[in-house]
């Protein structure tokens, strides 16, 4: 299969891709039926809403509307999960990156690969049921790898964004498109990546395109028809704000406000092409109907002279309203960003004590900045910042035509990565990168909805990379537990209520920790990069773990194409 036509290599540690219709291959949807494989039942509102509640299941993303990636299956043990060993393996007909989160819904697994096929498994046997393949429209242009991470399943539904910015509905009995959308223009420089979000009827999806001078948004369709509800857009009209000089953690960013005021009373408000996609999941706060999610970096990435101001609402934490769209509270964590440390992974609702020691509801997300924030739900007021989970230093330098070096990278930190959480131990789990990098400036023209960077991130050869994994107590903001990896880290974590965590590493390690003490105490070689969350459930008595292992581009580690699901016996 063709997989690409061009790859952008003015960023180190992160390709930037393009498809046209001459290098594609021509796809056609398939499906496939088999006697005697799991029954494919439809999905309710209830069974979302409770899925916290659930231990057979994995119904959403990361795991429930929270996004606490936490689950109360409990048969796999610190004592016996040394027992773990392969119950099966699918592989895909596509040998690229994997980063999706396996939805498994009463035995049937759902899971996608690049280029946007979707499969449906037999949860038990891992045989397929079906599978669609997407038709790639003729243009299609994203960052950082051809991925998908994942569906979304409502009624007898399955929800899957694309490359080429489609919302499509697929029959969860069969694979066939019962309707797609539209959701913007991949010409532009749009495309989706990220899995959508189910709720109260509504399929919710945000955009990609922050290097490409696309303007970000969180959309709403109908769940049944796929029309429109309602568009928030990430950059408001008036992306300005108060010329924040500090950080969300007190920093001096060095910025040159009266140059940004020259230039913007010269150039006008930039709020037309200023990036700001959405690239994960937003959280859903049932109790209060509000949705939390991040907003990525501004563009040009690394050029703020032609971006002057604030540049809200990109590098930060938004709450609107879910039934309307409308804007609620925010928490800009870095203004006028010249060093794509925009905010990806994201946010999780738990309880956390405040300022005071008092329990309310927050909501925490894990910053490319290494930091783990602890924010209020009420208002998205930050209460503390964790410990530097990675090395920081010259914060916040200015990228320079030479290249001036600063830590952490463009990459993180923790990148796209959702974290794992145990309300029970007030923990948070991250996996973090670390890649020494240079950032070099070079002002550029918008170049309609091709790659628009402002200059270039470069990882520094004579400078080793590495990764870790980190346990944070959010209630203090210490790191109580870090086991250092040999490359960087890259996919997702899970928690579950045995007291193991899981987590992969690019070099095909899949390993299990004790999550009070980031002991190791199983591992297995899965060939490839295991680079996206894994998920866990219940079927038949037995608990399985499953994960896939395909590669990334983003870190280029080794690509393959595996679903590979583990269990005690």
Same mark, same amino acid.
């Given at each position: 299969?063709?997989?690409?036509? !061009? ?21 056609? /949807? ?36 929270? /996004? ?26 596509? #040998?690229?990156? !994997?980063?999706?989160?396996?939805? !498994? ?7 996608? $690969? ?9 949860? #038990? ?54 309707? /797609? ?9 749009? +495309?989706?990546?990220?899995?959508? $979000? &189910? ?27 796929? #029309? ?20 969300? $953690? ?50 040009? *990435? ?11 609402? $990109?590098? +930060? ?8 769209? #409308? ?12 060093? *794509?440390?925009?905010?990806? +992974?994201?946010? &999780? ?137 040999? /490359? ?26 004790? +999550? ?54």
């Amino acid at each position: 299969m063709s997989r690409f036509a !061009i790859a952008c290599a003015a960023v180190v540690g992160v390709s930037c891709l393009s498809i046209s219709a001459s290098a594609q291959q021509e796809v056609k /949807q398939e499906t496939k039926t088999a006697s005697g494989q799991a029954m494919i039942a439809p999905v309710t509102q209830e069974q979302l809403n409770a899925a916290d509640k659930n231990a057979k299941n994995f119904l959403l993303t990361n795991g429930n509307y929270a /996004q606490t990636r936490f689950h109360l299956a409990r048969q796999i043990t610190r004592d016996n999960v040394k027992n773990l060993h392969a119950a099966w393996i699918f592989q895909t007909d596509v #040998k690229e990156s !994997i980063e999706t989160s396996p939805i !498994i819904v009463d035995g049937v697994m759902y899971v996608t $690969t690049s280029f946007d096929h979707v499969y449906a498994l037999d949860a #038990k046997t891992g045989a397929e049921i079906w599978h669609y393949k997407h038709k790639m429209g003729p243009v299609t242009t994203f960052c950082c790898g051809p991925n998908n991470r994942g569906v979304q399943v409502l009624g007898d539904l399955v929800y899957v964004a694309t490359l080429d910015s489609k919302l499509v509905a697929l029959k969860a009995k069969t694979g066939e498109i019962a309707w /797609q959308s539209d959701i913007a223009d991949p010409e532009l420089g749009y +495309s989706e990546t990220m899995a959508p $979000t &189910v709720i109260k009827d509504k399929v919710l999806i945000g955009t990609n395109g922050g290097e490409y001078g696309i303007r970000g948004f969180l959309k709403a369709y109908d769940a049944k028809t796929g #029309k429109l509800l309602w568009t928030f857009s990430t950059i408001p009209d008036s992306s300005v704000g108060v010329w924040a000089t500090k950080d969300a $953690t007190g920093r001096d960013m060095h910025r040159d406000i009266a140059a940004e005021k020259a230039a913007l009373a010269k150039t006008g408000d930039p709020a037309a092409k200023l990036g700001g996609g959405v690239w994960q999941n937003p959280a859903v706060d049932l109790a209060t109907n509000r949705l939390y999610f991040v907003v990525g970096n501004p563009s040009p *990435d690394l050029d703020g002279s032609v971006r002057p101001g604030d540049n809200l609402y $990109t590098d +930060s934490l938004v709450s609107i309203d879910l039934d309307t769209g #409308k804007y609620v509270c925010h928490l800009q964590y870095i203004a006028h960003d010249v060093w *794509d440390l925009d905010a990806v +992974s994201p946010p &999780v609702l738990v309880d956390v004590k405040d300022k005071n020691g008092k329990t309310i509801p927050g909501v925490i997300h894990a910053g490319k900045t290494g930091h783990i924030y602890v924010h209020d739900r009420k208002d998205c007021s930050l209460i503390r910042f964790s410990e530097a989970m990675v090395p920081q230093e010259n914060m916040w330098v200015l990228p320079t035509k030479e290249g001036a070096r600063m830590l952490p990278g463009a990459n993180g930190g923790v990148e796209w990565s959702p974290i794992a959480t145990d309300p029970s131990q007030s923990l948070a789990y991250a996996i973090n990168l670390h890649q020494p990098m240079t950032y070099q400036v070079e002002n550029s023209a918008y170049p309609n909805g091709k790659l628009w960077l402002g200059g270039a991130f470069k990882a520094i050869p004579s400078e080793a990379q590495s990764g870790n994994i980190t346990a944070v107590d959010y209630d203090t903001g210490k790191i109580k537990w870090q086991v250092k990896t040999p /490359q960087p880290m890259i996919g997702g974590i899970l928690a579950t209520a045995g007291g193991v965590v899981f987590t992969g590493e690019s070099n095909g390690k899949f390993a299990a920790y004790n +999550s009070s003490t980031g002991k190791e105490l199983w591992h297995f070689n899965a060939g490839a990069g295991v680079n996206a969350p894994p998920s866990t459930y219940t079927l038949d008595g037995k608990q399985y773990v499953v994960v896939g292992a395909g590669g990334n581009v983003q870190v280029d580690s080794k690509r393959g194409n595996s679903i590979i699901a583990f269990t005690l016996d």
